[in-house]
């Protein structure tokens, strides 16, 4: 098993261009989050998809937009990139169907290093 | 709001004990985690708690959590230099999956 696959894993940006950054897990979890790290900071949420068909904000979701495209697959999408968004960005993903031992570990990617100039 | 708070660096030598501590604030929790990150990687799950245990037990890790302070420790014996990480406490939010992180504890362990 892949786990939880991150693509690309590293991008070098300027000011204003656009990407997405690409996440699939063949866990059949329900749930998918992405959440960027920096320095100090620790993880926040940007955006998560409780189940294929939902999305929702989390802490810090301006100047982001996601697609949960199937059950497998969530994107993030930066349509101006911003230098405050030079990050480290991690897609990870979650069982939450419910069952009386699930302790809704999140599974991580490897994550995308995201410079913008 | 939510904050989950961490010290942001520990140095032990190896073969000692390491306690990294952590506060949370929604006592809502249902489950308390601890995840470890290494070099250029994923963030892993070490552990958990249930909100309603005082203590957990795994080998050479020992999570402590005090509901009254939202307060919640690991400690991991006879430390070894491939413990060398970042760990990060997280809380779920709302009781939901959503989790809230720390901003990590960085542990070096000395030879």
């Known amino acids: 098993n892949a786990g939880v696959t991150q693509t690309p894993k590293f991008q070098v940006l300027k000011t204003g261009q656009s990407m997405t950054l690409q996440c699939a897990q063949d866990?059949?979890?329900?749930?998918m989050y992405w959440y960027r790290q920096d320095p100090g900071m620790g993880l926040r949420l940007i955006y998560y998809?409780?189940?294929?068909?939902?999305?929702d904000k989390g802490e810090v979701p301006n100047g982001y937009n996601v697609s949960r495209l199937n059950k497998r697959e969530f994107s993030l999408r930066l349509e101006s990139a911003a230098p405050s968004q030079t990050s480290v960005y991690f897609c990870?993903?979650?069982?939450?169907?419910?069952?009386?031992?699930?302790?809704?570990?999140?599974?991580f990617g490897e994550g995308s290093r995201l410079t913008v100039l | 709001g939510e904050d989950v708070e961490q010290s942001l660096f520990l140095s032990v030598r190896e073969g000692d004990s390491s306690v990294i501590n952590c506060t949370y604030t929604?006592?809502?929790?249902?489950?308390l985690y601890w995840y470890k990150q290494e070099p250029g990687a994923g963030l892993q799950l070490l552990t958990y708690?249930?909100?309603?245990?005082d203590m957990k037990q795994d080998q050479r890790l020992t999570v402590l959590l005090n509901k009254k302070d939202k307060h919640l420790s690991l400690r991991i014996a006879d430390t070894q230099t491939g413990d060398s990480a970042i760990y990060f406490c997280?809380?779920?939010?709302?009781?939901?999956?959503?989790?809230?992180f720390g901003s990590g504890t960085r542990l070096l362990v000395r030879p």
């Open positions: 990870a993903s979650s069982d939450t169907g419910g069952l009386a031992d699930n302790t809704g570990e999140l599974f």
């Open positions: 866990m059949n979890h329900n749930s």
């Open positions: 998809s409780a189940s294929e068909g939902t999305t």
């Open positions: 929604d006592s809502s929790s249902t489950y």
């Open positions: 708690i249930f909100s309603n245990m």
């Open positions: 997280a809380e779920s939010m709302d009781s939901s999956y959503k989790l809230i």
